[in-house]
C-alpha cells in the first residue's frame, strides 16, 4: 500500500479467533480497506468493501469492521468511519434514522396506523370466519371462560330470594321457548354485580347472567325484566357475543404484538379486560337485539316496548341524560326507544 494513504481512524485489531486486541490504524485506498498496527510493519488485515462488513451505527456503539479472513477492526471514532463510507457513497442508514428524528416520528406513526388497519379490516374479516368454523363446544369453553374470569373479579353470589329468582326463570323460559334455540339453549344466571351495577349480558353459548341491581332496578316489573333478558336472547342468536369475543382477543392480540412482553400483570389486565370488552356491543348490534326483544315480548304477549321502558327508568333512577351509556354496554338513547316503539307499531303489536 502506498505510504501516503490518509488513515481513517484508530482502534484496535483482534486476530482471527483470538480475542487478542492490539492497537492499530484503519487505513483506505479507494474501496479497499487495510488495517496496520500501531507499531508499524506491513497491513495485518486486507479487504475490498465489498466483501467487508461495517456494522451500522448505533448511538455510541463502537464499529466493528470484520474482515474476510476473520479478523476485526474496532473503533469509537464512528464519525470518521461514516465519513469515509459516505465519501464511497455509503451511509449508515440506522443511524441517519437515529438523527433524523421526523424519520423515526414518522416510522412510529406508520406502525400504529398498520395495527389501526388491521384492527380495521384484518381483525373484523378474520372475526367472521372464526364465527363460522367455531365448534359448540368452542362457545361453551370461551363462555365458562370469560364467567369465571368476571366471578373471580367483580361478581359475588346473588342475594336474590330463591323465589324470585324461581319466577324469573318462568318467566324468561316462556320467552326462551319462542326462540330459534328454544328453551334449551339458554342458561340464566343471576349474580350481585358490584361495581358495574344494574346490568345484564349474553355469552356465546347461551349463558345469560342479570345482576341483583337491574332487578331492583325494574321494581318489580316482570317485563322491564324479561324485555332486557330478551333482548339479551338476541344478542345470542345474532352471535354478537361470540364476535365481540373474538374481536376483545384479537385487539389483545394486537396490543400484545405492538407492546412485546407485557409481563404477567399486563397478561391479566389484557385478560379481564377482554372479558368486559366482550360484554358490549356496537349500537347496530343492540338494536338489532331490541327488535329481537320486541318481536319475542309480542308473540309472549307480554309489553314489546318493556325493554325502552327499562331505559327510561334506568336514565330516571340513575340521573342519566338521554346520551348516556349503559357501561358501554346497552347504550339508551331517546332515539333508541323510539326505534323501540316504532317497531312494535310495525308489526302490530299493542302496548300495556
Known sequence: MASDDKPIASGRWHPPGSSRAEPAVLLGADKTLYVRLASGGDPVSLGDLARTDISARVGRIPRRIAFADGSLFETEDNDAVDLWLKKQGKSG??????????????????????????????????????????????????????????????????????????????????????????????????????????????????????????????????????????????????????????????????????????????????TNGAALMSLSHSRDAENEADRISVELMAKAGRDPRAIGRFFARLEEKLGLDGESSFLSTHPGTAERRQAIDDHAKSIGAAGP
Not at 440506522?94 to 406513526?109: D, G, K, N, Q, S
Not at 389501526?116 to 371462560?145: C, D, F, H, K, N
Not at 338476541?234 to 394486537?254: F, I, K
Open 93 to 270: 442508514f440506522v443511524h441517519e434514522l437515529e438523527r433524523f428524528h421526523p424519520r423515526l416520528i414518522a416510522l412510529v406513526v406508520a406502525i400504529f396506523l398498520f395495527a389501526g388497519l388491521i384492527y380495521r379490516y384484518a381483525v373484523p374479516a378474520l372475526v367472521e370466519v372464526a364465527v363460522v368454523v367455531t365448534p359448540p363446544a368452542v362457545t361453551q369453553w370461551m363462555a365458562s371462560g370469560t364467567l369465571l374470569s368476571l366471578d373471580q373479579a367483580i361478581f359475588d353470589e346473588s342475594k336474590l330470594p330463591d323465589a324470585r329468582q324461581t319466577e324469573i326463570q318462568q318467566a324468561f323460559s316462556e320467552v326462551a321457548t319462542l326462540s330459534s334455540r328454544g328453551v334449551d339453549g339458554y342458561n340464566l344466571n343471576f349474580r350481585l354485580g358490584g361495581v358495574i351495577g344494574p346490568n345484564a349480558f349474553a355469552l356465546p353459548d347461551g349463558t345469560l347472567v342479570i345482576t341483583d341491581e337491574l332487578i331492583e332496578l325494574a321494581d318489580g316489573d316482570m317485563d322491564m325484566i324479561i324485555g332486557v333478558l330478551a333482548h339479551e336472547i338476541g344478542h345470542v342468536e345474532e352471535e354478537h357475543s361470540l364476535r365481540q369475543l373474538y374481536r376483545a382477543a384479537g385487539m389483545a392480540g394486537l396490543i400484545m404484538l405492538i407492546a412485546g412482553d407485557v409481563g404477567a400483570a399486563g397478561e391479566d389486565i389484557l
